[in-house]
């Protein structure tokens, strides 16, 4: 694909600096710098070769950019996209890497000189591990990447993205923001709000049993750990903004929850085997579809063997 001039990433944490990471390996943009709040995080992405140049100020930032990746919580963006907007040229692609899709169109979309040029997007990979220094190239090789554009959006704009996400090893998919949000309520929100219950109930036991949970833990509690282990402020966005669909899918969770109880406490053993062989197969179809959760070995902060 043909590099663009500037990439500008606003926010550089995991998945930001994993895609600068991308660019860096494949010479897709011939000039990177980064924005962040914090003068600590800009100085350690510079440091891990992460971008050329680096400032607190979003609008300097996108100066001269032909390529603007939005990588802050999503509460964030608007009013982000509100700063960087007077140092937006007529040539700059914007893009998102958020969570939550409808909200963020929302709140960016007036901000932006020409919205027909956003195209919003969700690289669906990702680690529990978060900030400059847990970027790693191969993060997104072999994941799912689902844009949202809306009506207005520039079809050369998308596509162009598109191709960027496809160097960087994701299959690429189409959808409505709308759509999206519903859908990773209940494959990835969902599940987060779960694992984040369950080791808080772990986190109200006397310390004595605590402590035996740490001591015992077996795969499958680490494996909540893992989840709840991600970043407090993207997840409280996430929660917050995609309300409506994380709400559904918990009252249905809720409904199965119950019928399970009862299938326990009357020995409706039939039930649970029909119940955990339907789900057995649900798991047998995600492996096949590659999307199980495998800890790559080029991520810096994945335990040695």
């Known amino acids: 694909m043909k590099p663009f001039q500037k990439a500008a990433f606003i926010g550089i944490g995991l998945i930001n600096g994993s895609l600068a990471k991308v660019l860096r390996r494949h010479g897709l943009a011939g000039e990177i710098v980064a924005a962040s709040r914090r003068r ?18 979003p609008a300097e930032a996108v100066r001269g950019a032909d390529l603007v990746v939005l990588g802050t919580p999503p509460a964030a963006m608007g009013a982000i996209a509100a700063a960087m907007a007077p140092g937006i040229g007529p040539d700059a692609i914007i893009t998102d890497v958020g969570s939550v899709k409808a909200q963020i169109v929302r709140d960016v979309c007036p901000h932006l000189p020409d919205p027909s040029r956003f195209v919003p997007g969700h690289p669906v990979a990702g680690t529990e ?23 207005d959006t520039d079809p050369l704009a998308v596509e162009r993205i598109k191709t960027l996400w496809e160097k960087a090893g994701s299959a690429v998919d189409l959808m409505t923001p709308e759509h999206h949000d519903k859908i990773l309520a209940i494959t990835s929100h969902l599940p987060h709000l779960i694992a984040y219950t369950i080791v808080g109930t772990v986190a109200d036991l006397e310390e004595q049993e605590q ?15 893992r989840i709840a282990g991600s970043d407090p402020t993207m997840w409280r966005d996430v929660f917050l903004n995609n309300r409506e669909a994380v709400l559904e899918m918990l009252g249905r969770f809720t409904e199965d929850l119950v019928a399970l109880q009862r299938a326990i ?38 335990p040695k063997p």
């Open 40 to 57: 600590e995080t800009l100085d350690q992405a510079l440091e891990l070769g992460l971008c050329d140049s680096a400032t607190t100020n």
């Open 129 to 151: 591990h978060s900030g400059p220094e847990a970027a790693f190239a191969t993060l997104f090789e072999g994941r799912r990447c689902i844009l949202t554009p809306i009506e």
């Open 265 to 302: 406490r009357w020995g409706e053993g039939e039930t649970l085997f029909d119940l955990f062989t339907r789900t057995r197969a649900i798991r047998r179809g995600v492996v096949e579809a590659g999307q199980a959760y495998i800890r790559q070995p080029e991520d810096p902060l994945a």
């Open 211 to 225: 402590s035996e949970v740490f001591k015992y833990a077996a795969g499958g509690f680490t494996d909540f750990t």
